[in-house]
Protein backbone atom coordinates (compact mmCIF):
# COMPACT_ATOMS: atom_id res chain seq x y z
CA UNK A 1 0.00 0.00 0.00
CA UNK A 2 1.42 3.48 -1.12
CA UNK A 3 2.32 5.69 1.61
CA UNK A 4 -0.17 8.54 1.89
CA UNK A 5 0.35 12.21 2.39
CA UNK A 6 -0.31 12.42 5.95
CA UNK A 7 1.97 9.61 7.02
CA UNK A 8 4.93 11.69 5.01
CA UNK A 9 4.13 15.33 6.89
CA UNK A 10 4.06 13.09 9.82
CA UNK A 11 7.26 11.55 9.60
CA UNK A 12 8.44 14.87 8.48
CA UNK A 13 7.25 16.25 11.51
CA UNK A 14 8.39 13.88 13.65
CA UNK A 15 12.39 13.63 12.19
CA UNK A 16 12.29 17.45 11.42
CA UNK A 17 15.33 16.79 8.87
CA UNK A 18 15.24 16.39 5.45
CA UNK A 19 18.23 15.51 3.30
CA UNK A 20 19.40 17.42 0.17
CA UNK A 21 21.43 15.41 -2.06
CA UNK A 22 22.94 15.49 -5.52
CA UNK A 23 24.50 11.99 -6.44
CA UNK A 24 24.48 11.11 -9.63
CA UNK A 25 24.59 6.77 -9.29
CA UNK A 26 21.87 5.12 -8.38
CA UNK A 27 24.13 2.73 -5.87
CA UNK A 28 25.19 5.31 -4.64
CA UNK A 29 22.34 7.29 -3.93
CA UNK A 30 20.95 3.74 -2.63
CA UNK A 31 23.31 3.54 0.15
CA UNK A 32 23.44 7.19 1.30
CA UNK A 33 19.82 6.83 1.77
CA UNK A 34 20.24 4.06 3.71
CA UNK A 35 23.25 5.55 5.92
CA UNK A 36 20.69 8.46 6.39
CA UNK A 37 17.85 6.50 7.74
CA UNK A 38 20.66 4.44 10.11
CA UNK A 39 21.64 8.34 11.92
CA UNK A 40 17.47 8.83 11.61
CA UNK A 41 16.93 10.92 8.71
CA UNK A 42 13.89 9.68 6.58
CA UNK A 43 13.11 11.78 4.11
CA UNK A 44 15.58 12.41 0.89
CA UNK A 45 15.06 14.92 -1.79
CA UNK A 46 17.03 14.92 -5.06
CA UNK A 47 16.79 17.53 -6.75
CA UNK A 48 15.87 17.46 -10.56
CA UNK A 49 19.05 19.58 -11.13
CA UNK A 50 20.87 15.99 -10.81
CA UNK A 51 20.85 14.54 -14.80
CA UNK A 52 18.48 11.32 -14.71
CA UNK A 53 16.43 12.47 -11.58
CA UNK A 54 13.96 10.60 -13.16
CA UNK A 55 15.01 7.47 -12.93
CA UNK A 56 17.05 8.24 -10.11
CA UNK A 57 13.83 8.56 -7.84
CA UNK A 58 12.47 5.49 -9.36
CA UNK A 59 15.42 3.38 -8.99
CA UNK A 60 16.19 4.12 -5.10
CA UNK A 61 12.35 4.71 -4.01
CA UNK A 62 11.84 0.76 -5.68
CA UNK A 63 14.65 -0.66 -4.02
CA UNK A 64 14.22 1.48 -0.28
CA UNK A 65 10.23 1.30 -0.62
CA UNK A 66 8.81 3.45 2.08
CA UNK A 67 12.28 2.54 4.82
CA UNK A 68 13.21 5.85 3.24
CA UNK A 69 10.97 9.04 1.85
CA UNK A 70 12.46 10.25 -1.67
CA UNK A 71 11.40 13.08 -2.67
CA UNK A 72 12.08 15.32 -6.08
CA UNK A 73 13.18 18.55 -5.77
CA UNK A 74 13.88 21.78 -7.34
CA UNK A 75 10.22 20.98 -9.48
CA UNK A 76 9.25 24.16 -11.66
CA UNK A 77 6.19 23.17 -13.27
CA UNK A 78 3.36 20.86 -12.64
CA UNK A 79 4.28 18.21 -15.84
CA UNK A 80 7.34 17.57 -14.04
CA UNK A 81 5.67 17.49 -10.20
CA UNK A 82 3.37 14.42 -11.90
CA UNK A 83 6.11 12.85 -14.03
CA UNK A 84 8.39 12.37 -10.43
CA UNK A 85 5.28 11.89 -8.25
CA UNK A 86 4.99 8.41 -10.95
CA UNK A 87 8.28 7.88 -10.40
CA UNK A 88 8.25 7.13 -6.75
CA UNK A 89 8.46 10.63 -5.27
CA UNK A 90 6.72 10.64 -2.08
CA UNK A 91 6.76 14.69 -1.82
CA UNK A 92 7.85 17.42 -4.17
CA UNK A 93 9.59 20.56 -3.30
CA UNK A 94 10.29 23.81 -5.80
CA UNK A 95 12.70 26.78 -5.13
CA UNK A 96 9.10 29.22 -6.29
CA UNK A 97 5.58 28.76 -5.09
CA UNK A 98 3.52 27.75 -8.47
CA UNK A 99 -0.21 26.85 -8.19
CA UNK A 100 -0.23 24.23 -10.61
CA UNK A 101 2.44 22.19 -9.03
CA UNK A 102 0.26 22.45 -6.16
CA UNK A 103 -2.97 21.37 -7.68
CA UNK A 104 -1.16 18.38 -9.52
CA UNK A 105 0.62 17.29 -5.88
CA UNK A 106 -3.12 17.37 -4.77
CA UNK A 107 -4.46 15.41 -7.12
CA UNK A 108 -1.85 13.01 -6.24
CA UNK A 109 -1.80 13.21 -2.71
CA UNK A 110 1.50 14.28 -2.41
CA UNK A 111 2.81 16.53 0.15
CA UNK A 112 4.27 19.85 -1.71
CA UNK A 113 6.32 22.25 -0.77
CA UNK A 114 7.10 25.51 -2.50
CA UNK A 115 10.01 28.09 -1.75
CA UNK A 116 9.14 31.57 -0.85
CA UNK A 117 10.44 33.87 1.15
CA UNK A 118 8.33 37.44 1.51
CA UNK A 119 4.95 37.55 3.86
CA UNK A 120 2.48 37.69 0.49
CA UNK A 121 4.55 34.75 -0.98
CA UNK A 122 4.14 32.52 2.10
CA UNK A 123 0.36 33.71 2.53
CA UNK A 124 -0.55 33.14 -1.10
CA UNK A 125 1.35 29.43 -1.23
CA UNK A 126 -0.42 28.40 2.27
CA UNK A 127 -3.95 29.44 0.87
CA UNK A 128 -3.39 27.67 -2.18
CA UNK A 129 -2.71 24.66 -0.19
CA UNK A 130 0.77 24.40 0.52
CA UNK A 131 1.23 21.94 3.38
CA UNK A 132 4.76 23.12 3.91
CA UNK A 133 6.59 26.70 2.91
CA UNK A 134 9.98 26.29 2.55
CA UNK A 135 11.64 29.59 3.36
CA UNK A 136 14.41 29.58 0.74
CA UNK A 137 17.07 30.65 0.07
CA UNK A 138 18.15 30.76 3.58
CA UNK A 139 20.99 33.09 3.74
CA UNK A 140 18.47 35.70 2.94
CA UNK A 141 16.19 34.12 5.42
CA UNK A 142 18.06 34.05 8.27
CA UNK A 143 16.86 32.50 12.17
CA UNK A 144 15.89 36.05 13.04
CA UNK A 145 14.12 36.56 9.83
CA UNK A 146 12.13 33.28 10.18
CA UNK A 147 11.55 34.19 13.77
CA UNK A 148 9.52 36.95 12.52
CA UNK A 149 7.87 34.96 10.17
CA UNK A 150 6.22 33.05 12.31
CA UNK A 151 4.96 35.39 14.44
CA UNK A 152 1.85 36.44 11.94
CA UNK A 153 2.50 32.96 10.47
CA UNK A 154 2.03 30.51 14.15
CA UNK A 155 -0.43 28.25 11.68
CA UNK A 156 2.15 27.21 8.52
CA UNK A 157 4.49 25.26 9.02
CA UNK A 158 7.56 26.35 7.65
CA UNK A 159 11.26 24.55 6.69
CA UNK A 160 14.56 26.60 5.89
CA UNK A 161 17.08 25.44 2.96
CA UNK A 162 19.93 26.81 2.33
CA UNK A 163 22.05 28.19 5.58
CA UNK A 164 21.41 25.11 7.29
CA UNK A 165 24.12 23.70 9.30
CA UNK A 166 24.95 22.49 12.75
CA UNK A 167 24.82 26.56 13.64
CA UNK A 168 22.53 27.14 12.10
CA UNK A 169 19.72 23.77 12.77
CA UNK A 170 19.18 24.86 16.44
CA UNK A 171 18.27 28.35 16.04
CA UNK A 172 15.55 27.73 13.12
CA UNK A 173 13.97 25.27 15.36
CA UNK A 174 13.75 27.14 18.00
CA UNK A 175 12.30 30.00 15.79
CA UNK A 176 9.76 27.27 14.96
CA UNK A 177 10.58 25.53 11.73
CA UNK A 178 8.85 21.86 11.23
CA UNK A 179 12.22 20.96 9.62
CA UNK A 180 14.87 21.95 7.96
CA UNK A 181 16.25 20.88 4.67
CA UNK A 182 20.10 20.24 4.60
CA UNK A 183 22.34 19.85 1.87
CA UNK A 184 26.62 19.68 1.92
CA UNK A 185 26.54 19.97 5.79
CA UNK A 186 24.88 16.83 5.93
CA UNK A 187 25.53 14.47 3.26
CA UNK A 188 29.29 15.24 3.05
CA UNK A 189 30.32 15.21 -0.94
CA UNK A 190 33.99 14.08 -0.05
CA UNK A 191 32.87 11.04 1.99
CA UNK A 192 29.53 10.19 -0.81
CA UNK A 193 32.10 10.11 -3.45
CA UNK A 194 34.88 8.02 -1.21
CA UNK A 195 31.58 5.92 0.15
CA UNK A 196 32.39 6.28 3.67
CA UNK A 197 28.71 5.69 4.83
CA UNK A 198 29.46 5.92 8.06
CA UNK A 199 30.23 9.80 8.29
CA UNK A 200 26.66 10.21 6.64
CA UNK A 201 25.11 8.38 9.27
CA UNK A 202 27.07 9.86 12.10
CA UNK A 203 26.17 13.00 10.63
CA UNK A 204 22.35 12.48 10.17
CA UNK A 205 23.06 11.50 14.32
CA UNK A 206 23.99 14.49 14.78
CA UNK A 207 21.89 16.34 13.17
CA UNK A 208 18.65 14.65 14.74
CA UNK A 209 20.21 15.17 18.22
CA UNK A 210 20.30 19.09 17.42
CA UNK A 211 16.77 19.11 16.35
CA UNK A 212 15.72 17.03 19.31
CA UNK A 213 17.31 18.76 21.87
CA UNK A 214 15.86 22.36 19.77
CA UNK A 215 12.34 21.18 20.77
CA UNK A 216 13.39 20.30 24.41
CA UNK A 217 13.27 17.00 23.80
CA UNK A 218 16.33 13.88 24.53
Not at 59 to 67: P, R, Y
Not at 80 to 87: F, V
Not at 106 to 133: F, H, N, Q, R, S
Request: net charge neutral; proline share 6%; aromatic share 6%.
Amino acid sequence: MAIRSQEVLATLEETGVVAVIRVEDPENLTEVSRALCAGGVRLVEITMTVPGALALIAAVSASLSDTVLIGAGTVLDAATARMAILAGARFVVGPSFDPEVVAMCKLYDTPVMPGCLTPTEIATAWKAGADVVKIFPGRVGTPEYFQDLKGPFPQVRMMPTGNVDLVTTPAYIKAGAVAVGVGKALVDPRATAARQYKVITDNAVTFRRLVQEARGRR
